[in-house]
């Protein structure tokens, strides 16, 4: 009774609720508790609820001790303590690799000491530990330094199995996964318009936005936000929606008006009401359907809506100017043409950022004299010499009481476009740049045939990116994000759109160099996914899934081999009893042989002592087992006859002689099996 009532204290004590401590308060707590696994277990809780975290977190506890203490059962304390190591690997931002080591060493030590019999002599006993000590801080250093020091053969093993993982993702598994897993349901990615609350994985979908018909890839904007609030991004004024005449001319005031352009028909899917355009748009036009068009337009973030979207009006042209923009023309370029206000509403920066943020972003740029400079120096390190790796699966939630861009950067360094494009403005903006946050689409994918080609977006190309300001040019993209390349900046476009895809496995794990790209096609490579609201670009052969798979692997691997030795050692007699059952029942050995591997076999199971005669020890085993004391005095004159007295030592068994072994291989296991 003493338990039960500690730990509804400690219940109260972290949830009080409105009543008081009593029955009403049992009954309306434990209401809670279950309505919150029946969201758990039904796929409706994206986060594990403190409640039911500190809930599953006591019953482990309690579940340990009572194994423990009760049932001296100490594999499976060590059991339950790796359960709870992996809750927090699953549902905090907590690591556990460096804990998995310390409860490896000390569990097989417990385990260890509990098989050692209480009758052993101290020296002994304090032996006995120190050997097992060892063994225990040897097998533990063990993995930790193979799991350190065998990249290459993890890299060989991840390359192997990824056209199993790329299967297992044709076949919808990990969407299986995600759908029914504990952790709740994984979003999708997608073009979104509340992007309050950015982070957690996403899931691929493929669903159709547009086809561009295009020769060149660009990246298609929608929509900026300008107000960090540590969590996410929103408008800081509320937008205000106007009726955009057609043929619409007003995205790019700094734009200029002279030059070459190009025209590029874009074909929405049906349900697709917002209107993508590329950097360099002078015009936007329906055409013979301007009449029927209705076109909103929202100057503060620069979307564009198409009110009633039908299915005969799908299709609308976009001119823009061929050229791409020159960032070697930006050297000198800062931004003193921006107001007092424009400039306090692109610098904006959430009141408790951590500073250790700004820190990092005077650290990056210490050696950088001009705007242009400093903007590079932080892409590159987002991009490839920070240690970040890109994942649509691994990215963490948030814990509440964390900033997004400071848990990014310091703690997961794992993450999607919306976190390497929102640190990238954050960083910037604590140097006084004004940045902001844009979403959209990436390329998509090249279509190409006898008739025509085109770039075949998809809701796994939704993408979010920053721009900078400069004066005399506008606003800026760049790209943050690894894997990437902004094909609308001149540097970029000679790559002709690297930023589609993650080539292969081993690309997303991008901590040490960016990985490569290039242009997609429908042959040879996949789509890159992400989600703008919470966006982020995967390929399909993302290689998170089989970082993922590699170390579930390992560990089960680890756990596996661990379960084993453990239960071969406690059934290690029945084991030293099979091969010898196995030789009896062939009946391909002399008797002398099977008489002689039977006698060490019971040997094993009780000393023989130096004086004692075959006669002697076997009556000493018709006391322990003195139901089959007939069987052992006949195998003794068995064996004494076979040994002294046979002419043919090489002879086999007879029918007689080969069932009077087995029987007394029965009375073994029967032994073994009482002790």
């Not at 009726?243 to 074909?267: D, K, V």
């Not at 939630?397 to 964390?402: A, C, K």
């Amino acid at each position: 009774m003493t338990q039960p009532l500690t730990i509804s204290l400690v219940f109260y004590r972290y949830f009080p609720a409105e009543e008081k401590f009593g029955l009403q308060w049992i009954r309306h707590f434990y209401t809670q508790l279950k309505s919150l696994f029946g969201q758990l277990t039904g796929s409706e809780l994206s986060q594990l609820n403190q409640i039911l975290a500190l809930a599953l977190i006591v019953s482990l506890i309690v579940l340990a001790c009572y194994t423990l203490l009760n049932q001296f059962q100490p594999l499976w304390s060590v059991f339950v303590c790796l359960g709870y190591l992996l809750i927090l690997q699953t549902f905090t931002p907590t690591v556990i690799t460096t804990l998995l080591m310390p409860v490896l060493f000390w569990g097989l030590i417990l385990i260890g000491a509990a098989r050692i019999p209480t009758d052993e002599k101290r020296s002994s006993l304090l032996i006995t530990l120190a050997v097992i000590g060892l063994v225990s801080f040897g097998l533990s250093r063990l993995s930790q330094w193979s799991t350190a020091n065998f990249s290459s053969q993890q890299e060989w093993a991840q390359r192997q199995t990824s056209s199993y993982k790329n299967k297992l993702q044709e076949k919808g598994f990990f969407d299986w996964i995600d759908r029914y897993s504990p952790r709740g349901a994984v979003a999708q990615m997608g073009y979104g318009t509340n992007d309050q609350v950015l982070g957690g994985p996403l899931r691929q979908n493929f669903d159709l936005v547009f086809k561009a018909y295009t020769d060149h890839p660009h990246y298609w904007r929608i929509a900026s936000k300008d107000e960090h609030t540590g969590k996410g991004w929103q408008s800081s004024q509320r937008p205000a929606t106007l009726e955009a005449s057609l043929p619409f001319t007003g995205l790019f005031p700094h734009l200029e008006t002279q030059g070459e352009t190009t025209e590029i028909p874009i074909e929405l899917a049906p349900s697709f009401a917002y209107l993508p355009y590329t950097y360099g748009t002078k015009e936007m036009d329906f055409q013979e359907q301007n009449a029927q068009a209705e076109v909103t337009f929202q100057p503060e973030t620069e979307q564009l809506t198409l009110v009633k979207p039908r299915e005969n009006l799908n299709h609308y042209l976009l001119k823009t100017l061929a050229a791409p923009l020159d960032l070697d023309s930006l050297d000198a370029s800062s931004s003193e043409d921006l107001s007092a206000d424009e400039l306090a509403q692109y610098t904006q920066l959430p009141k408790d950022l951590p500073q250790r943020v700004q820190e990092l972003a005077l650290q990056l740029t210490s050696n950088d004299t001009t705007q242009v400079d400093k903007v590079l120096s932080l892409e590159a390190y987002l991009k490839k010499d920070g240690g970040f790796r890109y994942s649509l699966r691994d990215t963490p939630f948030v814990p509440e009481n964390q900033d997004y861009v400071d848990h990014f950067l310091f703690h997961s360094k794992v993450g999607y476009c919306d976190n390497f494009s929102t640190a990238f403005v954050v960083l910037a903006r604590t140097l006084d740049i004004p940045t902001r946050w844009v979403k959209g689409f990436s390329p998509g994918e090249k279509v190409s045939n006898s008739t025509e080609q085109y770039y075949q977006v998809t809701n796994a190309n939704a993408h979010s990116w920053p721009e900078v300001y400069f004066s005399g040019v506008g606003w800026v993209p760049f790209e943050p994000t690894p894997s990437f390349a902004q094909p609308d900046l001149s540097e970029a476009a000679e790559n002709d759109g690297a930023d589609e895809t993650v080539e292969d496995e081993e690309s997303a794990d991008l901590s040490s160099e960016e990985a490569p790209a290039s242009d997609t096609s429908v042959d040879n490579q996949p789509n890159q996914e992400e989600r703008s609201s919470t966006t982020d670009p995967s390929s399909e052969k993302s290689d998170s899934t089989n970082n993922r798979l590699f170390s579930v692997f390992r560990y089960g691997l680890f756990f596996l081999l661990l379960i084993a030795g453990y239960f071969s050692y406690l059934k290690r007699r029945q084991i030293q009893i099979w091969p010898v059952r196995r030789s009896v029942q062939k009946n391909q050995l002399s008797l002398v042989k099977q008489c002689l591997q039977l006698i060490r076999l019971y040997e094993r199971q009780k000393k023989r002592l130096p004086y004692q005669t075959l006669q002697q020890y076997f009556e000493e085993w018709t006391t322990t087992m003195p139901q089959c004391r007939q069987s052992i005095l006949a195998f003794v004159d068995m064996a004494q006859e076979a040994f002294y007295r046979q002419e043919n030592p090489t002879a086999l068994p007879s029918d007689e002689q080969q069932q009077l072994l087995e029987k007394m291989l029965k009375c073994l296991e029967t032994y073994v099996a009482d002790a």
